[in-house]
């Protein structure tokens, strides 16, 4: 295989994707889907296309094997977060290559990691793989908002096109931390609650504090929830990443204050969290207003309800005139970690970085698998990618990039886990 040539032919295609804005909100993924299809078309696949609005379509691609279905889904979202360009160093979406790296929103969350997959997908006619079981190419709109239009429109009305017994997906990576390197593979998330607060008074004048303002007693709120205890819990399937971090055999209060457990990432794994994300309230500096609000993003870890976690919100809340309401909630998803998927996983992750930590974990922010999951599927989350940290900090922030030769391997990575789990010669 000519990798040199396939690096090249990858860049080519990625630096043309991220010319495509797909900002979501509003989404408008119709011509980056439009691009992926024509590629796929000029390899002779045929592209069938899933839209619940015609400006926000869904696109699947399946390698008949003629024998089994149920093979692996290779997925991607092809919606991404704003960017600001007058922050940027270079166009957000210009599809900037320079000193080795790819620039442009979207670049590691996530049209880097669809070019991995759509390259290693063609490969497989290309290569003319004798396929065991199905290969299928998904790619979703409206990820970045909440897999509306995208993978829950998929899974709620078109469960048997999306038939498979594995797919691969972001929600973990490869981390490149100069004296170590780790791989973090999602084996599942954390369920989601956003949550508006809000908070009621009395109109009045600045000027003549009456008791009854609502800006006050929405901080006594959030200060009473922020006050909270939040434990560490410690999921029986995330003991191989403690045992992993050399991290066994600690108490609960030395786990809490061991200085690993203080990289917010980390942290987030063994512990529900709650942090506010907005407020709003008043219009004029000596005006009390009537109603101050603020947006609460709560995540929770396997094991509890959200129903359990709504309640627990109120009983913490101190008596007041406080309302609650649900903008947003989801459970928590998890696949099992013990099968030839997870295993395929380990050991292509051992083969291509035999430097890095395997850590499998709970990812504490959502993608597409949870919806991929309550269909049945084992779903694991992997950016076969060796990411510096400063470059992690870009995905939603300012000047995101991939390096060229991180897509490189990646596509390996993705070839690698194509022939074991799907090939025929491969098992
Ligand atoms: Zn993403």
Redesign the pocket.
Known sequence: MDWKAIEREAVDVLSEYLRIDTTNPPGNERQAIEFLSRFLKNEGFAVEIFAADPERPNLLCRLDSGQDPRGLILLH?CDVVGADPREWAVPPFGGVVRDGYIYGRGAL??KGMGVMELLAFVLAKREKLPLRKDLVLVVCCD??TGSRYGAEFLAKNHPRELEAAWVLN?GGSGWNMGDREVVLLGFGEKGLLWLRLGAEGKAGHGSMPHGQNPCEKLLEGLSALKAAPRPLRVLPEMQALLRNLGLTDLKPEELEAHPLLKIPLLRAMFQDTLSVTMLQAGFKPNVIPTRAEAVLDVRVLPGRSIADLIAEIRENLPPGPFSLEVIQSFPPSLSPVENEFFECLKQTAEKFFPRALFLPCVFPGF?DSRCFRELGTIGYGWIPAMIDPEDVTRVHGVDERIKVSDLGTGIQVVWEIVQRMVGKDQR
Do not use: G, I, N, P
């Open positions: 979202h969350d996530m990820e970045e972001e993608t």
